[in-house]
């Protein structure tokens, strides 16, 4: 069935760069999303990839995709702490219009 | 342009009682998807709806119902409350059927005793 993974904490000094990771099973997946939750609050959109392209950037964001690999990961560049929160990889499933969310990665930056 | 709104945000119910949760999509859209997240966990899709018909539902049973209305609101119905049933319930709109851009709004945190 689908799945989706990814490691749970990740913490970094303030200005370096932060790389989360996800694993994903679904082979007709068309798009992945990277979602970012702060406490208390719903989900933000932050960005998210076309299942044909290997690499997008967006202001801070990368994201690299390995199709064949099944591997996703996002790259936040100069992480602020404010960058602080849970961050949700998110396949897509054509069908019905679910998403399938990982459990999220909680990304905690110290000064 | 109005993102997602969702209401109440906070319930407490108890077991067995029946709940309604609402959720506004935002301006333009006319999908509405709607999820339960329960604490530490990723959201599990429930249902979606597209243009007042259910487009596709995950595991959950039928006792989760829904409905959406012509101005593309909608409402998520559980009935027979169960302990397990605590969890944000997260509602996302987005543009067409099909798992497209969804955005999501704040969440209704229901509580049941």
């Known amino acids: 069935g689908e799945d989706v993974e990814q490691s749970l904490f990740l913490s970094v000094r303030e200005g370096d760069s932060s790389v989360i990771n996800c694993t994903y099973t679904d082979s007709s997946s068309t798009y992945l999303y990277w979602y970012k939750q702060e406490p208390g609050a719903g989900l933000q959109l932050l960005t998210y990839i076309f299942s044909n392209m290997d690499m997008k950037q967006d202001q801070r964001l990368t994201v690299l995709l390995n199709k064949k690999d099944k591997h996703l990961s996002l790259r936040i560049a100069d992480t602020q702490t404010g960058d602080s929160a849970i961050y949700f990889c998110a396949d897509s499933y054509n069908q019905g219009g679910k998403l399938i969310f990982g459990q999220g990665t909680e990304l905690s930056v110290k000064p | 342009e109005t993102g997602v709104t969702q209401s109440p945000t906070h319930l407490i119910k108890t077991r067995g009682q029946q709940v309604t949760l609402r959720c506004s999509s935002q301006?333009?859209?006319?999908?509405v998807s709607w999820y339960q997240q329960a604490l530490g966990q990723g959201p599990q899709f429930i249902f979606q709806?597209?243009?007042?018909?259910?487009?596709g539902r995950g595991n959950f049973p039928p006792r989760f119902s829904g409905l959406q209305f012509p101005n593309y609101s909608s409402e998520l119905n559980v009935n027979a409350l169960e302990l397990d049933d605590s969890a944000l319930y997260l509602c996302?709109?987005?543009?067409?059927?099909?798992?497209?851009?969804?955005?999501f709004g704040p969440g209704t945190r229901l509580t049941v005793t």
């Open positions: 996302a709109s987005s543009l067409g059927q099909g798992a497209s851009e969804q955005y």
């Open positions: 301006s333009g859209h006319n999908t």
């Open positions: 709806y597209y243009r007042e018909e259910e487009n």
